[in-house]
């Protein structure tokens, strides 16, 4: 899978993602630090990449936009080192893994896994 991490997020967890054959970039790497997140959601859908952050506005965006990519990753995790976060994304693979590849917004907190299909009816 292909990865866009958020400016929140360290590049070490894209490095601790890459040995299971993701492939990653950061919005600090590639021009879009400072832009808005619609932009890093538009450059995310251009190449084929989910987002990874913890920036809950991005579900929020794709709720209302009626779009079925690219899918998002939410992580709200208490500890927020990075070998927590990626422990948890590990635990959590098998049951987002086929979510995120089909279009989703995955929330992953300390005790539960929320996942959202997209699109995301305007009704719910």
């Known amino acids: 899978m292909k990865f866009l991490l958020n400016m929140n997020l360290p590049r070490a967890l894209g490095r601790m993602l890459a040995p299971a054959g993701h492939e990653w970039r950061h919005a600090g790497d590639i021009g879009v630090a400072r832009a808005s997140d619609a932009s890093i959601l538009a450059e995310a859908k251009s190449r084929k990449e989910c ?45 987002i893994e086929e979510a995120l590849t089909s279009g989703a917004v995955v929330v992953i907190e300390e005790a539960a896994t929320r996942i959202r299909r997209l699109p995301i009816a305007k009704d719910q």
């Open 51 to 95: 987002v990874i952050t913890h920036d809950l506005d991005y579900g929020q965006l794709l709720a209302f936009s009626g779009d079925s990519a690219p899918s998002v990753l939410i992580l709200r995790v208490r500890c927020a080192d990075t070998r927590s976060m990626h422990e948890r994304m590990t635990s959590a693979w098998g049951p």
